[in-house]
């Protein structure tokens, strides 16, 4: 199994889970990590992104990542997982492709470096350099809100000459520079904004990484299901109840909405981080009425 992730054209088309960290007086609740990924992996999804931003990475070390990434392994072995990496010390980024290189891995989710705000050109050495010394497919993570600079689209097409280099996780915002990738057909396009789902595959895109997917997990299943056979008027019925539980997931930082959510489904404790923080009451008990409304699985 683990050499069909390694194979010269991954796929990495459909459904993906950037799975929460759940956390129990301060550390990894691993069993809940463990039924959780189960409990996803029966949903017809595509595979989970582990340590993602949803996974509160950033508050994680290396030795908790690695012990995410083997419980989830573990819990769903038949799914294929992605690892989310950050960092600015291109150094220590690589040195930690190079650890994660053993470990089954169908792809890296890597965004540009955050904080440093290089130009086009350092972008293109950043992803080169990374692509290079992994031995797994690279997906591009553009998101600028979060990194404080957009990857242009002249540099992701030059991106995408690189054979590692497979596919893009798109929170760009610019739909225009969306369909341009979709065109040119060499990398996967996936909606990484969840309220892009929809719009991303009906225009051509391969699917998307969706953290409110959690949730009505089989529903998005489907909505991806239906657009990839064309049949519009399902896939938008199916869609649009949808919206209002997406909003409501980001109505706070992310992934605290999540996980008041799960909490309340009694899938984790209602805990995350620093600086991350729980919803507060008032908007909590708001947002869990949004979701009653959306009780259908």
Sequence with gaps: MQDAHHSPSPDFSGLWIPLVTP???????????AALAEKLAATGIAGFVVCGSTGEAAALDEDEQMAVLATVAAAAPSLPRIMGLSGYHLGKTLAW???LSGCGLAGLLVPAPSYIRPSQAGLEEWFGAIADASAV??????????????IERETLLALAAHPRIRGIKDCGGDMAKTR???ADGRLQVLAGEDAQLFAT????????????????????????????EGRLAEAR?????LLPLIEAMFSDANPGPLKAALAARGLMQDELRPPMTRVPPERRQRLLDTLQGLSRP
């Design 201 to 228: 595959v009906a225009e051509g895109g391969a699917g998307a990484i969706a953290a409110s997917a959690h949730l009505q997990t089989e529903r998005f299943v489907k909505v991806l299901r239906l657009l990839e």
């Design 180 to 182: 341009a990738l979709i």
């Design 237 to 241: 019925a199916e869609w649009q109840p």
């Design 137 to 150: 497919p690279l997906l591009v993570y553009d998101i600028p809100y979060r990194t404080g600079v957009a």
């Design 23 to 33: 956390f129990r007086d301060h550390a990894v609740d691993h069993a809940a990590l």
């Design 97 to 99: 492709v190079r650890k």
